[in-house]
């Protein structure tokens, strides 16, 4: 199933989001299509479990063996895990961290990469698509060390890779959350994952002063649910801001050898 995002008749952004079993002892995920003017790119394609389901959902929309590029956030196995099938089945390129790019080719067979692979700096940088830019948006060790996230210029929407994901069940990805209050309910299904998988309040807090200064009309993470509107964006980035997590939380007690 598809959800989409935004549409104005010339550029179209998708969320697939049930392509994970539930029944499958796999962490849930969603994958993004981002279309503008004939030329299509794909956000965090995910792994094998995934890559059929994906391609047959996104054909209603765009042809897949036309995408354009393949962006990801980092290097996990649920991010680009399935790359040497879209490297042999689509021409793309993939932009992935400078960090990660000799890295992600042991995903594939032979030489499919060669000449396919857009390093981005640590900076970030601007990728063309159709007549629309997407800026890669520097999120390091937010949790990994080359992270990047994906704002779409038009849409107003930053694709936020692991931050903000939450674990929910499949029929609860499709329902935005669009109010403060909801957001507050939502916190407990965040917590646990943030304060393991984010490294610092440090990185968080730099990472949320530069958010709040981009004009976003939505946030969506790679896993649960979606935030929808200036507020909730907000709310989160002054959670996120205040919330005390990775190496924060590490002592003695979690560098011990076991009995």
């Known amino acids: 199933m598809s959800i989409e995002l935004f549409n104005d008749g010339h550029h179209v952004c998708m969320m697939f989001h049930d392509l994970v079993d539930d029944a499958a002892d796999a962490v849930q995920a969603n994958q993004f299509l981002i279309v503008s003017n004939g ?64 890295f992600v080719p042991h995903f594939c067979t032979g030489d499919r990469t060669a000449g396919r692979i857009i390093s981005i700096p640590d900076q970030g940088m601007s990728i063309q698509l159709g007549q629309d830019r997407i800026i890669a948006v520097p999120a ?7 992270n990047f996230q994906f704002y779409d210029v038009r849409s107003k929407i930053l694709f936020s890779g692991d931050m903000g994901a939450s674990i929910v069940p499949h029929d609860r990805v499709v329902q935005p959350i669009t109010t403060v209050e909801e957001f507050r309910q939502h916190v407990s299904l965040m917590q646990g994952f943030h304060q393991r998988y984010m490294v610092s309040n440090k990185v968080c807090r730099l990472w949320a002063d530069m958010v709040r200064d981009m004009d976003i009309d939505a946030m969506v993470p790679q896993h649960g649910r979606w935030f929808k509107g200036r507020a909730v964006v907000h709310a989160f980035l002054d959670w996120i801001a205040a919330l005390h997590c990775g190496i924060d939380r590490m002592g003695p007690t979690d560098y011990r050898l076991p009995a």
């Open 140 to 146: 390091h060790f937010l949790h990994a060390e080359g």
């Open 39 to 102: 030329e299509g790119a794909l956000i965090d394609p995910s792994g094998n479990m995934t890559y059929n389901g994906l391609v047959v959902g996104m054909s209603q929309y765009f042809p897949y063996k036309r995408l354009k590029y393949l962006l990801a956030s980092h290097q996990d196995p649920d991010i680009v895990g399935s790359l040497n099938r879209w490297m042999m089945s689509t021409d793309a390129s993939l932009c992935v961290s400078g960090l990660w790019s000799r």
